[in-house]
């Protein structure tokens, strides 16, 4: 009798437990996801933008890229401070001063004229997007579990993935309104994306509650629960030790993992980056670049729904951070190979999409150890530190092709930077791992 009962209070707990994060998740994160997917068409316009604004300007591609990486150095720079902010003012306000900041600033490179404008804006652009992704991730700690956090990440990877699918036929058309109104079809890139995030402010103040103590789509029992648990979570998980906002920026584990999360960005914005311009030396127009270019991203979007589907299926890192390193430096080899037969080079370049960006949904289950303010620091420095392969990707890759003069060697140069940081992220996951086992904290991996 004692154990049915037991039994049935645990079942009891289970289904409220489900209803909760059931309701969060209906409420919060299809504006997450739209909020993300039009971030992410901003950040994906440059690549379009260069396949006309090059000729237009009379720019070189490395000085081009440089204009274009800047964006991370503005990303660096405030990313920490702005998360930071976040956490003292609310979601609802930061994110609404980020959507009315980075949509003008996009609509304004539609008048670039001058190189030293564009290299202005794309740096204040960085800025003003610096806290919005982390601040995604710091916010979602405010409201799941921690096992719930990976297909939380999932659905803004996935949001990513969906806006390269549907940017890349978008810019591409945009492209196509060359002439229109007087206009060239780059300056209609930047004035239609930067119109979509001021298309978002007014859901954003409607929509978004600051915490679950404000949430009209929980009752009494659920937030009582659902703040208790976070606060469970949060004193078992965190590390002591890393209890001021000062040891979270001069962590070593933190800083580790800024290295890990920055091959992943190289790799994530190297491929993207370049991509249009490989499916251009196939023969593709415009819009049929676009149209191509959508393939890799639907195929991630389904493998990413996949692998965050079971909380199981995300929590061993050498499968899911290192292994996809390795493959992504295996399929870049195997495109430079097959450059010839363009079907077979793109399907090997579909498989280093695949490989970086299934990555990133598991690579953040390694930040538990932070927590509160610190994580708001801690998650900011990482991604802001790892952003930094942005700005490497985006400037040595353009750099790699004018010196070279192939379009060969930027994948082989990528390969190799990928084959490096696989190795580097085994190295640094058995490192973690030693630290936890010998301190006996939770931070298990």
């Known amino acids: 009798m004692s154990q049915s009962i037991q039994q049935q209070s645990l079942d009891a707990k ?3 437990e489900k209803i909760i994060v059931t309701k969060t998740t209906r409420k919060l994160v299809p504006l997450m996801v739209l909020m993300y997917i039009v971030a992410y068409i901003d950040r994906q316009n440059i690549s379009f933008a260069k396949l006309q604004m090059i000729d237009s300007l009379g720019w070189s591609e490395s000085a081009f890229g440089l204009g274009a990486s800047l964006f991370f150095i503005g990303y660096l720079v405030f990313s920490v401070p702005g998360n930071l902010i976040l956490s003292k003012v609310g979601a609802k306000r930061w994110f609404t001063i980020s959507l009315l900041s980075w949509g003008i600033i996009t609509m304004a490179l539609s008048w670039t004229e001058k190189m030293s404008t564009f290299y202005a804006l794309r740096f204040i652009l960085g800025i003003a997007e610096a806290s919005f992704y982390p601040g995604l ?4 700690t405010k409201w799941f579990p921690l096992k719930y956090r990976p297909r939380i990440v999932g659905f803004l990877v996935t949001a990513s993935m969906v806006a390269n699918m549907i940017g890349a036929p978008i810019n591409g058309s945009l492209l196509s309104m060359h002439g229109f109104m007087g206009l060239e079809g780059w300056q209609w890139l930047f004035l239609a994306t930067g119109v979509l995030a001021l298309l978002l402010i007014a859901p954003v103040l409607l929509w978004f509650p600051q915490g679950p103590e404000q949430a009209r789509f929980l009752n009494a029992e659920e937030k009582n629960w659902l703040i208790k648990k976070l606060a469970a979570e949060q004193d078992a998980n965190t590390d002591k030790s890393v209890n001021s906002l000062g040891k979270s920026l001069t962590d070593w584990r933190v800083l580790a993992l800024a290295l890990v999360y920055g091959f992943i960005c190289f790799g994530a914005y190297g491929i993207s980056y370049w991509m249009p311009t490989i499916v251009k030396t196939f023969g ?3 819009m049929m670049n676009g149209l ?6 639907a195929m991630v979007i389904i493998m990413l729904r996949w692998i965050t589907s079971k909380p199981e299926r995300t929590e061993n890192p050498y499968i899911n951070v290192a292994l996809p390193m390795f493959t992504a430096a295996i399929c870049l080899l195997l495109s430079v190979w097959t450059f010839a037969q363009p079907v077979i080079s793109f399907i090997c370049i579909c498989g280093v999409v695949l490989s970086v960006f299934a990555i990133q949904p598991c690579f953040w289950n390694l930040t538990k ?20 392969g942005g700005f490497f990707a985006q400037n040595t890759i353009p750099l790699v092709r004018d010196l070279e003069k192939s379009d060969s060697a930027p994948m082989l140069y990528l390969s190799a930077v990928m084959l490096i940081g696989g190795i580097v992220t085994i190295l640094i996951i058995r490192w973690l791992k030693n630290i936890a086992i010998k301190d006996a904290k939770p931070v298990t991996l």
Do not use: K
């Open 14 to 16: 289970n289904d409220l």
């Open 137 to 140: 991730i710091y916010y979602s």
């Open 284 to 286: 593709a127009s415009d």
């Open 292 to 297: 191509v270019n959508m393939i890799p991203w």
């Open 369 to 388: 150890f932070l927590s509160g303010a610190t994580a708001a620091a801690g998650i900011a420095i990482i991604n802001s530190l790892a952003n930094l």
